[in-house]
């Protein structure tokens, strides 16, 4: 907790520097589940427990600690006595002094509990569990949807499959899963949803690559490039290779997976070798393509750009109170530069599909709305998306929010 709101670091970075320093794994998924909880309540626990305080914490790493204490007296799953205790032990390893401060802030919870909850339903970043800037953007930007999007941004994601139709169909995979004692439904073309989610280690075959953890909404992507076998397709951004191993599953193709960082080109031949499947792998910036572009235009490219990643919040939390309001329009500079530097490497007649994982405006419909003008041999093609509108999915239950958009070079 401390690394994400003190640090400014991820939650995915923090947790794999635990686990690489751990010895036994088993209680950090305890202290995952603990994080991201915590984190998607956050709003709600940070009114309440400066609401607690009548100074600010010293030092502030007890946040972390107090945080999560509240979230679990809130979530009753633990008896209280056991979450006070523990949390008190927590608060004292990092400052001897806090026992007594914690032990109070808990228990003054437990008295007040009502009262608390009662005064933090009537502050908008308790109700919301958002930065009040985030819910007065999405608020204006869709003023019938914004609730809901809100609420679902809040809860739990789906766990979705994707079957590889090279190893086994998606009949086949259904019955595997029964027999293995997981219940799922079918979602998508090649998607089966779990009713609960498990470790990857408890999906059958899945070192075997006979199916891929992946969101029901970017297994749009592959399909939207409608590749040929034999075609040369760019997956520019392409860690860590969901869609790149997606695209080799559909089509045999001339295929080159590029990202900025080697650590992150890595996870890209992991999954391919988990699949079966194989790319070129190159590092670059997909914004200076003269470092190390062949000269040979492609016929398709799929740019899955940086963003602010607000439309997969429920499975970052951390994202929500990392990002900042002008982060977006700094973000979006640099799809701009990726778009024009890619867009020469496009034969004619070839598509390059615009993908975020975004919800704002200007990452995304504004964003391809600006290309257009600026090059006259672009024109955007139609797509039909389940629900989306101009590209942009919402976020269902069913699948986080993505944006896509198909350009056409004429």
């Known amino acids: 907790m401390n690394a994400v709101l003190l640090e400014g670091r991820s939650l995915t970075a923090a947790l794999e520097d635990q686990r690489r320093r751990l010895a036994d794994l088993r209680p950090l998924a305890a202290a995952q589940d603990l994080a991201y909880g915590t984190l998607r309540q956050y709003g709600r626990l940070d009114v309440t427990l400066r609401a ?8 502030p790493g007890l946040a972390g600690h107090l945080l999560v204490g509240l979230h679990e007296l809130e979530q009753g799953e633990a008896p209280d006595y056991a979450v006070v205790n523990e949390t008190v032990r927590g608060a004292a390893r990092l400052h001897a002094p806090a026992r007594g401060l914690a032990n109070a802030v808990l228990r003054n919870f437990q008295r007040r509990r009502a009262e608390l909850q009662a005064q933090a339903a009537r502050d908008p970043r ?6 009040a800037w985030w819910v007065a953007r999405l608020r204006r930007q869709y003023p019938t949807q914004w609730q ?6 809040n809860g739990h994601p789906p766990m979705t499959l994707r079957i590889n ?11 595997q899963l029964r027999t293995a004692g997981l219940e799922a439904t079918q979602t998508g073309d090649q998607a089966l949803t779990l009713v609960r989610p498990v470790p990857v280690q408890r999906l059958p075959g899945f070192d075997a690559g006979l199916v891929s953890v992946q969101d029901l909404g970017a297994q749009y992507a592959a399909p939207l490039l409608d590749c040929t076998d034999g075609m040369r397709v760019l997956d520019a951004c392409a860690a860590p290779g969901g869609k790149t191993g997606h695209l080799l599953e559909l089509h045999d193709l ?3 997976a590029l990202d900025s960082e080697a650590r992150r080109l890595d996870r890209v031949r992991q999954n391919l070798d988990r699949l079966g499947r194989n790319a070129r792998l190159v590092r670059g910036d997909a914004g200076d393509p003269a470092a190390w572009w062949d000269g040979r235009p492609f016929q398709r490219i799929l740019l899955d750009a940086p963003c602010t990643a607000s439309g997969v919040v429920r499975r970052h939390p951390d994202g929500k109170w990392l990002k900042r309001e002008e982060d977006i329009q700094q973000l979006a500079s640099e799809q701009a ?3 024009d530097a890619l867009w020469p490497l496009l034969a004619p007649g070839g598509t390059l599909l615009y993908a975020t994982c975004s919800v704002f405006v200007e990452e995304n419909r504004a ?5 257009l003008q600026r090059h006259d041999d672009a024109r955007e093609q139609a797509i039909a998306l389940p629900g989306a509108a101009s590209g942009q999915l919402p976020l269902t239950e069913s699948h986080d929010a993505f944006f896509y958009a198909l350009l056409v070079k004429t």
């Open 337 to 339: 530069r990726l778009l």
């Open 254 to 256: 001339d295929l080159t």
């Open 165 to 175: 139709p090279r190893k086994v169909s998606l009949a086949d995979y259904l019955e």
């Open 126 to 131: 308790a109700i919301w569990n958002f930065p």
């Open 148 to 153: 809901d999007w809100l609420r679902a941004a």
């Open 367 to 371: 964003q391809v709305a600006a290309f």
């Open 52 to 59: 607690l305080l009548d100074k600010p914490l010293d030092p």
